[in-house]
């Protein structure tokens, strides 16, 4: 091969080279220089901060962050200390807005209260069969049991009925988190998340009756429609109001008068034919003649 030729190439394969070296500097310099450009500062949590507690100055720390800033998220330090969490924070996780309680309203429990609504405490015992399953953010029906007003016990008995449906746990017993291991505990009182005309019925409701709890799935929005029923309806066999009710509107319902039936006339009876045979010697006299029937009065 001629040695000009290898001498071409040789250089050629130099200078490109060479070239693409320095194209890849500046492209590098220029993508190092966008990317700082790009960075915000914010505040993320230095470790997991549960619900209600005050984040202090420890809690929090500064830091680079590239791209997008995410939703919400807070850039001041100031800003962030002092205020209580409402939902859990994970370490290392941007401080985002709606996470945090108002300034001034402190940590715990009513820090997680929405304007407008009200926690209504309400006692768990053993007569509300999944007070030991509830944890926080549930959703619950509430039953009560106990004797309506003007009925007596002997009539139809305890009446069960749902009073409320689709209501949030707030909290269960004095802790406002799950523990641990995410397992249900025991607890003696829940709290629940209502309005102010839902607080003033399950206050009475309270007082008044027995109250049980019933786990519903929090994806299912819709009221059921139900009736109630009464323990004169389990020993029927039938767990449903619905003959209860329908029984008592057939005895409010105006009662029919069955119609007349007209019976046909009866035939007058036959009135008996008397014949009497006279003798004359060889002739016979024949004579008929009705009788007349009798008056009522003989």
Do not use: C
Request: no cysteine.
């Amino acid at each position: 091969m001629n040695k000009r030729l290898l001498s071409v190439l040789a250089f050629a394969i130099l200078v490109a080279g060479a070239a693409s070296f320095l194209l890849y500097q500046q492209l590098a310099k220029r993508m190092t220089v966008t990317q700082l450009a790009a960075t915000t500062r914010i505040i993320v949590a230095s470790r997991d901060l549960g619900i209600g507690t005050i984040i202090g100055d420890m809690d929090v720390r500064p830091m680079e962050w590239s791209g997008a800033v995410p939703q919400g998220a807070l850039q001041k330090k100031e800003d962030v200390v002092g205020r209580g969490v409402v939902e859990p924070i994970y370490g290392g996780e941007p401080v985002r807005e709606n996470r945090l309680a108002a300034r001034g309203a402190g940590g715990g429990l009513a820090a997680m209260i929405p304007t407008g609504m009200r926690a209504v405490a309400l006692p768990v015992g053993q007569i509300s069969g999944v007070g030991g399953f509830v944890t926080p953010g549930m959703r619950v029906d509430l039953l009560i049991s106990g004797l309506p007003p003007g009925t007596q016990q002997s009539t139809i008995g305890t009446h069960t009925k749902t009073l409320l449906q689709n209501i949030e746990v707030l909290s269960a017993g004095q802790d406002i988190q799950r523990d641990a291991e995410g397992k249900p505990r025991t607890v003696p009182v829940i709290n629940v998340l209502a309005t102010p005309e839902q607080a003033e019925v399950l206050s009475l409701a309270s007082a008044e009756t027995r109250i049980q709890l019933v786990l519903r799935n929090p994806l299912d929005k819709e009221e059921a429609k139900t009736p109630g029923t009464t323990v004169q309806n389990l020993w029927k066999g039938s767990g449903s109001g619905k003959e209860q009710l329908s029984a008592e509107a057939k005895a409010r319902a105006p009662k029919r008068v069955a119609p007349l039936k007209l019976e046909a006339a009866k035939p007058k009876p036959e009135i008996p034919t008397i014949q009497i045979e006279v003798f004359n010697g060889s002739q016979k006299t024949e004579t008929k003649f009705k009788e007349e029937p009798k008056s009522g009065g003989q």
